[in-house]
């Protein structure tokens, strides 16, 4: 049914209107009638019921996808679960080597306090300037010394086989974040889907999109200085920074 | 506080290591040790450490940035606004690399910075330097 151009009815809609009347159509002839009162952009309509009927069936398409639940259900918790082992792991190794270096200090520092004990002893016996007695003396203290540089170096090696062996967490640690790192993955491809499925998705290749910072522009270590221009890349940068300031 | 009068930084001063990883403070304590500091307590957070630099006649703070209650930059912000503790030198030790932070940390009266990772050496130039600097 055309819309008048000039005035709120035509003759099409009003001889129309008879007809249906005059056949007993009451129903046909009511939507005749409401829509000379109420005239509706047939063509936004049709326009209205597309984009409803495409939202229906994205939302049914979710609904019965169920890698979003999974996703949201059981992945992702079970990678907070994973980086919170990678956290455990890594401080526990931490620790193991810190107790082993610890260890490792006083033998070391031993050994050299001992070694600085006969030192002027040995050097007079170098220089053919020790009497008997001293010698006696000397290869006593020499003695002792060999026996317990022999003992303590072996300690040391033990010791420093608990820190190789600290260090098997890397591969445990590295296996367990590859799967978080395909979590992300798989996050970031539905996020993706969704966005372009609700035409929401904008190529926007000019912005850079920077990393989240907290309070005070925290952001904690810096991955890839290279791309960055805003941050130092070492020690001498900080240094030279703060001497160009004046600090 | 306990600086010789030849300026030359004074091993039983009390130091106070802040950071919210105890393994970072071990390396950090291990170092001082070895560089001959023997009094050392710790804190693992800004918010618990200011309580302590006011209970107690602390020479000198180490501390890290990102903390959760308190960040090591508001620690340096509150040390210096209270009279009673605003001489204490305070180095920071951070993974923080931004230059804007940096210039942040000067300007709120660091008196080091020392970036993540960072070697033994480092630690013991800033050192000397900050206290080279306080004689």
Known sequence: MSIPMTGRISLEQAKSLVELLESGQQDEADAVFAEIQSPINSELFAEIGKLTRQLHDSLTNFQVDSKLNDLAKADIPDAKERLNYVITRTEEAANKTMDAVEAIFPVVDTIAEQVEAVNPSWTKLMNNDLDLKEFKSLCLDIDTLLKNTGKETRHIHDLMTDVLMAQDFQDLTGQVI???????????????????????????????????????????????????DDVVEDQDDVDDLLSSLGF | MNVSPEGALDKNMKVLVVDDFSTMRRIVKNLLRDLGFTNIQEADDGSTALPMLQGGDFDFVVTDWNMPGMQGIDLLKAIRAD?????????????????????????????????????????????????????
Do not use: C, W
Not at chain 2, 103 to 129: E, H
């Open chain 1, 178 to 228: 590859r799967k978080v790192i395909d979590l992300v993955i798989e996050v970031e491809e539905s996020l993706i889907n969704m966005l372009t499925a609700f035409g929401l998705s904008e190529e926007s290749t000019e912005e850079k999109i920077l990393p989240r910072v907290g309070e005070n522009l925290v952001e904690g270590p810096i991955v890839n200085t290279e791309k960055r």
């Open chain 2, 83 to 135: 009279a009673s503790l605003s001489h204490i030198p305070v180095l920071l030790i951070t993974a923080e690399a931004k230059k804007e932070q940096i210039v942040m940390a000067a300007q709120a009266g660091v008196n080091g910075y020392i970036v993540k990772p960072f070697t033994a050496g480092t630690l013991k130039t800033k050192l000397d330097k900050i206290f080279e600097r306080l004689a």
